[in-house]
């Protein structure tokens, strides 16, 4: 379906028809997921504010640590938005989510890849598992935490990486 935005081809014809409910309820959730973007810079903001006036090493360390995760929220969000209001408007922003049916001649490549990157993603798992064992007690569990969250990274490395393969097969 040459020049037709992604949208439709996700969610059926159905979103193409005139007037249909569904075009309004994409525009309600790119409306939403735009204040959730704008909520969610306010937050990085007061974030980024805390980080650089404490002087205590280890809460701007923490604090740095969330300012990641939220950049990387906001930057997902702001994707997610452009994407949707590209389809809408049948643009192509350049910074909106696109390409997955695009692969040509890399398509094996990146599912082997894949596969291969949801199996390193469990070995280091399982070793972050046995880390935190280990660590506890040290530093008041901030081992513990730290390893807990890369755990939770890898978990979500792990589901991202399945998403991608099970759509490389789909192509």
């Known amino acids: 379906m040459e020049g037709v935005p992604e949208i439709y081809t996700m969610y059926g014809p159905e979103l193409g028809e005139r007037g249909s409910p569904e075009i309004s309820e994409v525009e309600r959730l790119a409306n939403e997921f735009e204040a959730h973007e704008a909520e969610e810079g306010k937050f990085l903001r007061q974030y980024k504010d805390l980080a650089g006036t404490t002087k205590n090493r280890m809460i701007k360390f923490l604090l740095q640590l969330i300012i990641s995760d939220e950049e ?16 809408l408007n049948w643009t192509r922003p350049d910074d909106a989510i696109r390409g997955l049916y695009d692969l040509g001649e890399d398509k094996e490549k990146l ?3 894949t596969e291969d990157f949801i199996r390193v993603e469990k070995q280091g ?24 969250s890369m755990v939770y990274d890898s978990e979500k ?11 490389l097969r789909e192509v």
């Open 125 to 148: 798992i399982t070793e972050y598992k046995k880390l935190i064992k280990e660590s506890k007690g040290y530093y008041r569990d901030l081992f513990v935490l730290l390893f807990q």
């Open 157 to 167: 490395h792990v589901k991202i990486l399945e998403f991608l393969r099970q759509r």
């Open 111 to 113: 599912l082997k890849l």
């Open 72 to 87: 990387k929220h906001h930057a997902i969000t702001h994707a997610m938005v452009s994407t949707l209001k590209g389809d």
